[in-house]
C-alpha cells in the first residue's frame, strides 16, 4: 500500500442501509451482475453462479448473509468481486459506495451487543461522521460454516 | 536463484527418487548389475555435479556413498545394514538439498558421522574388493617403486590417502598395457599416455591422473574413484562398454525430452479452455447463420482446437506411478522398523492423471499406506497364528470407472476393530451408548477429525492425526473416499478422484427452467414420453417406474432431487435420461433434452463442494454458466433412497426363508408344439417382433437384419415352421456384439413362480419341465442355441482356454441354474466347474485350488454361501480366490453380511450382464497386478 501506514482503503457498499467496507486489498472489482444462475441443494447465502469474462463466479447474497429482511432495491444487481483460496466469489450488495480512506486508528471493536451474526464476520466499528461503517473480514464472510455454528 | 543451481537441484531431485526406489529393489535382487549400474551412475553424476558447483558438504557425502557401491560393484556382499546406511546418506542428501533451495547454501554441520560408517562398511570389504581378480602380470609390469608418502593434514572427510590411491593407481596399469602406448614406467614420471575411448562424463583422464599425484591433494578426490572403479581388470571391460552404450541411448532419449514451467503449461491449458468456450460460442453463431461460406473453416477450426486440447492435456498428464515412486522404500523401511515382513504389490501405475491432482494427493497416498503397514498388518507372529501367509501384502491399485479415478488401498491384516471404534466414538461424544450403528457407519468415524483408535503410539502412525486430513484432501479435490473393513481379513480405501480439468462430452437437459449438463459417458439412452407414446410412467406409491423392454426401470425426477419446484400439472411431454452408473441402471426425469455439447469442467467452488450430486460447473456456448451433475452421486442418493426400504426387504427375507426355492420370473411361450415353454426373463436381452417377409434364408441359416448387422435366427426345434408373413416374435440373447434370436410363436406371459425341475434332458434344448403357474412347462436351455448360432461360439472358449482361461467354480444347489450359467460363463471364455454346494465346492478345491473365481449362491440347504465363504477365506490355501455371491435378495444387510463373511462381490442372482463384466473387470487387474 502506498498510503502512510496507519491509513487504510476501504470499497463500501450498502447492504439493508447499512454501511459497510472490505480493505481495498482484497478487492479484485465491482461489476453489475447480468445473469445469474441459480444453485440448487446449495446453502441459502449462495445466490448462484455466473460468468464474469469467462471465469465462473459464485456469488454471494450479502442480504442473507448478513440476515437483512426488507426487499431487494430496484435496478443494476451489484457485486464486489473477492478472490479466496484461488477461487473468486462476487458479494452481492445493494449499492456500492465509494473508497474511503481511513485511519486505522479510528477503528473500534465490535460492540459487546452487535448481532452476533454481524459480530463473526465484522472486525470493527469505524466511525464516520454522520454514519457508523461495519469493517468486515472477507475470509470469514466465506465461512459459512462457521455461521451455522454462531446462528 | 542461479540457473545452474536450479537446474541442478531440479535434476538432482529427480534422480534421488529413482536411486530411493533402485535402492529397494536393488537390496532384493543383489545380483542385478544392471540396477547397480544405475544407481551408480546416478550417484555419481551428482556427485560429479556437486564438485563443479562448489557444495563440498554433499560431495563428500555422496562420495563416500559411491564408494561403498563401488565396493558392490566389485562383489561385496549387499546387506540390509549397508543398503540402510546408504539410504541414510540419501536422506541426509535431501536434507542438505532442502536447505540449498531455501538459501542457496549447504547448511553448516558435518556428515562425518555418515562417513565415518560408510568408510567402515567399505573398509570391511576393502582388500578383496581392490585386489579383486589379481592378474598374472601385475607383479612384473609394475616397475615402480612404493614410496611411503605422506600428506601434511589429516584427511578430510571423503577423502582417500595418498597410499591407496596409490595403490589404485598402480592396479590400475594392469589394464593399461594392452591399450597404453608408451611402454610403461615408474609412476614418478610423468609421461603421456593415452586411452582408446572417449572420457565418460565424471571421468578423468590418465594423463590427469598423472599429474594429480605430484599435485595438491584437493583434486585427489576426484581420480580417486574413477580410478578405483577401473580396477577391476578385463572382466570389467565388457560391462563398462555396455555402460557406454547405455549411456549414450540414454543421451538420445533425454535429447527428445524438454523440461519446461509448470506455470507455461498451465497457462497454455487456461488458454486452450478459453479457445474451446471460444469455439462453442462461434458454434452457436454458426448454427443459426444461414453462410455457408463460415462452415467449412469453422469446421477446420473446432478440428484443431479439439486436437489442441487433447495434445495440451496429455502434456498434463502423469503416470500415477510417479506418486507412488517413494512407496517401496517407504514400506522397505516400515518392515524393518515394525519388524514385519511387508511386500507391496502395485498395479496400475501407467494410469494417467493430470499433475495437479497427482501433487494433491501423493501425501494421502503415502499417509495410507504408511498407516496399513503400521496399524492394518500383524506381527509375523499373530498371522502365523490367524493362518496367514507371514508376509502381509499391501497393494495399491489405480485404474479408471465411469469417468473417474480409483485408487484402492488393501491390506489383508487385522481389519478395524469396531468395539473400539464404537467405544472411542462413545468418549468423544460422537455417539451415544443406545445409538445402534451398523459396521460400515462405524467404521466411517476413522474420517472423524482426532480420531485414532491406534492402542500405542508408535512414532510411524496412531498420532491422532491422520485419516481426518486425508479426507480433507482429498475432499479439496472434489475426490471422495470409502472404506470396506472386515475384522480379521484386511482393510480395503477407495479413494474416487475426478478428472476436474478434463474435458467431457455432455448431455445438456432442463428441469424447471434451469439447464444441467450430464455427463454423455453415463447416459445409456433418452426416453420420450408423451401422451401417446407407449412408454409410461407408473407409480409404486411414491416412487415412479418405466416399464422398458419389460423390465422396471427405477426413476427419479430431477426436479425432486434437486429440490425445484415440483410441476404444477401433468406434463404433457416428459424425458428419461437412462443412465447406468456401475451396475445400477436408473431413470432421471427432465423437462427438456437439448443437444450434446463439449464441456470444460471447472471444479465446483469450495462452497458448493459437498453437494453430492453436482460434480462441477461450465460455462456454455451461450455464456451462461451451469452445473454439471454428478452420475455416482445421483446413483448414490437414489441409493440411499433404497437403504431406507431395507426394512421392508427384510420381512420378505423371512418369509422367502421358509421354502427353499425362490420365485424368479419366467417368459412363458408356445413355439412348434401345444406345450408351454418357459425361459427365466433374465436370460433374455430383449423381446422383438419382426416383419417375417424381412428374414432372409442362406447358408442354411435364417437370418435377419438387426441394429445395422446380421443375426441369425434359430427355430425352436427342428421341424419349426418359419413365417412367411406377419410378424415373427423373437427372443433376442445379446452376448458382447453378437446377438441371436430364438423364434417363437406367441409370447403368452411373463409369470413370477418357484422353479422346480424335474431333468428329463433327452430332447436338445430343453433343460426339462417344471410346473408354472400351475401348468406342465419345459424349459428352455439357452446354452443349447449358442453354438448352434455361431459355430465359432465354442471354439472361441476353447481357443481362449488354452491361453491362461480363467476358472470359475460355480456353486449353486439347482441344476437349473448350474445348466443355465456354465454355457453362458463357458461362451464368455471362462471354465466352469460346477459344484451342487459348499461340502461338494471344499472338497473341489481341496483336489485343486487353481481357481481364479468361486461364483456361489447364498441359500443352499446344508452350507449356506456365507459359511462356505467363511471357510474358503479361514484356509490359507483357498483364502486368495475372489469370491462373488449370487443372491436374488441383495438388501443392504445381507450384501453386509456377505462382505463380512468373505465375499469380494455381491450380484444379483440373475444379472448375467453384471456378473460377467465384473469378473471381466476383475480379470483386468489380475492381469495387472500379475
Keep these: 500500500m502506498s498510503v502512510t501506514e496507519n491509513q487504510i482503503e476501504y470499497v463500501t457498499a450498502t447492504v439493508g442501509g447499512q454501511l459497510f467496507g472490505l480493505p481495498i486489498s482484497r478487492v479484485l472489482d465491482v461489476f453489475a451482475v447480468e445473469r445469474m444462475t441459480r444453485v440448487p441443494l446449495a446453502p441459502p447465502e449462495i445466490a448462484g453462479v455466473l460468468n464474469l469474462r469467462g471465469r465462473v463466479i459464485t456469488a454471494i447474497d450479502m442480504r442473507k448473509r448478513l440476515s437483512v429482511t426488507g426487499g431487494k432495491p430496484a435496478g443494476k444487481t451489484m457485486a464486489i468481486g473477492i478472490e479466496h483460496r484461488s477461487e473468486h466469489y462476487g458479494l452481492i450488495v445493494d449499492a456500492i459506495g465509494e473508497v474511503l480512506k481511513l485511519p486505522a486508528a479510528g477503528r473500534e471493536a465490535n460492540p459487546m451487543n452487535l448481532d452476533p451474526c454481524w459480530a463473526a464476520i465484522a472486525e470493527g466499528i469505524q466511525k464516520l461522521e454522520d454514519r457508523l461503517l461495519v469493517i468486515l473480514n472477507v475470509d470469514r464472510i466465506l465461512d459459512l460454516q462457521h455461521k451455522t455454528l454462531a446462528a | 536463484m542461479n540457473d545452474l543451481l536450479q537446474d541442478f537441484l531440479t535434476e538432482t531431485h529427480e534422480s534421488l527418487d529413482v536411486v530411493d526406489v533402485e535402492l529397494v529393489r536393488f537390496e532384493k535382487e543383489p545380483n542385478n548389475e544392471k540396477i547397480l549400474g544405475n544407481i551408480f551412475r546416478l550417484v555419481h553424476t551428482i556427485k560429479g555435479t556437486c564438485g563443479f558447483l562448489g557444495l563440498p558438504r554433499l560431495e563428500a557425502l555422496t562420495h563416500a556413498a559411491e564408494t561403498v557401491m563401488g565396493k558392490f560393484r566389485d562383489g561385496m556382499p549387499v546387506t540390509s545394514v549397508a543398503v540402510t546406511l546408504i539410504l541414510e546418506t540419501i536422506d541426509r542428501v535431501k536434507e542438505i538439498l532442502a536447505e540449498l533451495e531455501r538459501s542457496e547454501n549447504e547448511p553448516e554441520g558435518t556428515d562425518d558421522d555418515l562417513i565415518k560408517r560408510l568408510e567402515k562398511t567399505s573398509m570391511r570389504d576393502a582388500k578383496p574388493a581392490v585386489a579383486a581378480p589379481p592378474m598374472p602380470e601385475v607383479q612384473g609390469i609394475t616397475t615402480g617403486t612404493l614410496v611411503e608418502q605422506t600428506l601434511e593434514r589429516p584427511l578430510r572427510p571423503g577423502e582417500v590417502s595418498l597410499d591407496d590411491l596409490e595403490r589404485a593407481f598402480r592396479e590400475t596399469k594392469t589394464e593399461a598395457p594392452a591399450r597404453v602406448s608408451a611402454p610403461p614406467h615408474a609412476a614418478n614420471t610423468l609421461v603421456s599416455q593415452t586411452l582408446e575411448r572417449p572420457l565418460q562424463p565424471g571421468e578423468v583422464s590418465l594423463d590427469e591422473l598423472e599429474r594429480a599425484f605430484p599435485e595438491t591433494p584437493a583434486s585427489e578426490k576426484k581420480s580417486a574413484p574413477a580410478q578405483v572403479r577401473r580396477s577391476g581388470g578385463d572382466r570389467r571391460e565388457d560391462e563398462r562398454r555396455e555402460e557406454e552404450r547405455r549411456e549414450s541411448e540414454q543421451t ?315 410441476l404444477e400439472t401433468e406434463a404433457a411431454e416428459l424425458f428419461v435420461v437412462v443412465m447406468q452408473v456401475g451396475s445400477r441402471i436408473f431413470g432421471v426425469v427432465v423437462d427438456q433434452v437439448f443437444h450434446t455439447e463439449e464441456i470444460v469442467v471447472k471444479p465446483m467452488s469450495h462452497m458448493l463442494r459437498g453437494i453430492e450430486q453436482f460434480s462441477g460447473k461450465t460455462i456454455l456456448g451461450d455464456g451462461s454458466v451451469i452445473i454439471i451433475l454428478d452420475p455416482n452421486g445421483i446413483a448414490s442418493s437414489i441409493g440411499s433412497m433404497a437403504e431406507n426400504a431395507a426394512t421392508l426387504d427384510h420381512k420378505i427375507d423371512a418369509h422367502e426363508g421358509e421354502g427353499s426355492l425362490r420365485k424368479i420370473s419366467l417368459l412363458v411361450f408356445r413355439a412348434g408344439t401345444d406345450e408351454i415353454k418357459a425361459v427365466p426373463l433374465s436370460l433374455i436381452t430383449r423381446l422383438e417382433e419382426i416383419d417375417a417377409s424381412k428374414i432372409e434364408f442362406s447358408n442354411g441359416k435364417h437370418m435377419v437384419q438387426y441394429r445395422g448387422g446380421l443375426m441369425p435366427l434359430l427355430p425352436v426345434r427342428e421341424g419349426f415352421t418359419v413365417r412367411k408373413e406377419g410378424s415373427q416374435p423373437l427372443l433376442v440373447f445379446i452376448e458382447k456384439e453378437r446377438s441371436m434370436g430364438i423364434m417363437v410363436d406367441e409370447i403368452v406371459d411373463i409369470v413370477e413362480d418357484r422353479l422346480e425341475i424335474e431333468i428329463a434332458g433327452k430332447v436338445p434344448g430343453v433343460l426339462g419341465s417344471a410346473i408354472i403357474a400351475g401348468r406342465a412347462t419345459e424349459i428352455l436351455d439357452v446354452g443349447h442355441y449358442l453354438p448352434l448360432a455361431f459355430e465359432d461360439w465354442l471354439h472361441r472358449a476353447d481357443a481362449s482356454t488354452s491361453a491362461g482361461t480363467r476358472r470359475i467354480l460355480f456353486v449353486d444347489d439347482s441344476v437349473f441354474f448350474r445348466n443355465m450359467l456354465t454355457p453362458v460363463l463357458n461362451s464368455a471364455g471362462y471354465e466352469v466347474k460346477a459344484a451342487s454346494g459348499g461340502a461338494e465346492a471344499i472338497s473341489i478345491l481341496e483336489r485343486d485350488a487353481d481357481f481364479d473365481f468361486v461364483v456361489s449362491d447364498i441359500e443352499m440347504p446344508g452350507m449356506t454361501g456365507f459359511e462356505l465363504a467363511d471357510k474358503l477365506r479361514a484356509n490359507p490355501r483357498t483364502s486368495h480366490l475372489f469370491l462373488i455371491a449370487l443372491s436374488s435378495l441383495n438388501s443392504p444387510a445381507r450384501v453386509e453380511r456377505g462382505k463380512q463373511a468373505g465375499f469380494n462381490h455381491f450380484i444379483a442372482k440373475f444379472d448375467r450382464g453384471g456378473l460377467i463384466s465384473l469378473l471381466k473387470q476383475t480379470e483386468t487387474r489380475f492381469a495387472e497386478a500379475a
Design chain 2, 252 to 566: 538420445s532419449v533425454k535429447n527428445q525430452t524438454l523440461r519446461v514451467q509448470v506455470d507455461t503449461l498451465e497457462r497454455l491449458m487456461t488458454m486452450v479452455s478459453e479457445l474451446v468456450l471460444t469455439r462453442n460460442q462461434l458454434l452457436e453463431v454458426t448454427r443459426n447463420s444461414e453462410n455457408s461460406d463460415l462452415k467449412g473453416p469453422f469446421q477446420r477450426l473446432s478440428n484443431i482446437t479439439g486436437e489442441l486440447q487433447d495434445g495440451v492435456m496429455k502434456t498434463r498428464m502423469q503416470p500415477i506411478g510417479n506418486a507412488w515412486a517413494k512407496l517401496p522404500r517407504v514400506v522397505r523401511d516400515l518392515s524393518s522398523e515394525l519388524g514385519k515382513k511387508i511386500n507391496l504389490v502395485m498395479s496400475g501405475e501407467e494410469t494417467e492423471l493430470d499433475r495437479q491432482l497427482l501433487e494433491l494427493i501423493k501425501d494421502p497416498l503415502t499417509h495410507m499406506v504408511r498407516n496399513s503397514a503400521d496399524h492394518g498388518i500383524e506381527e509375523a507372529v499373530d498371522r502365523h497364528k490367524a493362518g496367514k501367509p507371514e508376509v502381509g501384502t499391501i497393494r495399491l491399485a489405480a485404474y479408471h470407472e465411469g469417468g473417474h479415478i480409483i485408487v484402492e488401498i488393501s491390506d489383508d491384516g487385522r481389519g478395524l476393530d469396531s468395539s473400539r471404534i464404537r467405544a472411542k466414538a462413545i468418549r468423544q461424544g460422537l455417539i451415544s451408548e443406545t445409538d445402534k450403528l451398523s459396521e460400515s457407519q462405524l467404521q466411517k468415524f476413522i474420517f472423524a477429525p482426532g480420531f485414532s483408535t491406534a492402542a500405542k503410539v508408535t512414532s510411524v502412525s496412531g498420532r491422532g492425526v491422520g485419516m481426518d486430513v486425508v479426507k480433507t484432501n482429498i475432499d479439496q479435490i472434489g475426490g471422495t473416499i470409502d472404506l470396506k473393513s472386515v475384522a480379521g481379513k484386511g482393510t480395503t480405501f477407495k479413494i474416487k478422484i475426478p478428472l476436474t480439468l478434463a474435458i467431457v462430452n455432455a448431455l445438456i437437459v432442463e428441469s424447471d427452467s434451469e439447464r444441467f449438463a450430464i455427463p454423455q459417458i453415463a447416459v445409456v439412452e433418452l426416453v420420450h414420453i408423451d401422451m401417446d407414446s407407449e412408454h409410461k410412467i407408473e407409480r409404486l406409491k411414491d416412487s415412479a417406474v418405466l416399464r422398458l423392454r419389460d423390465k422396471l426401470l427405477p426413476l427419479v425426477d430431477l426436479r425432486s432431487l434437486l429440490e425445484l419446484r415440483p
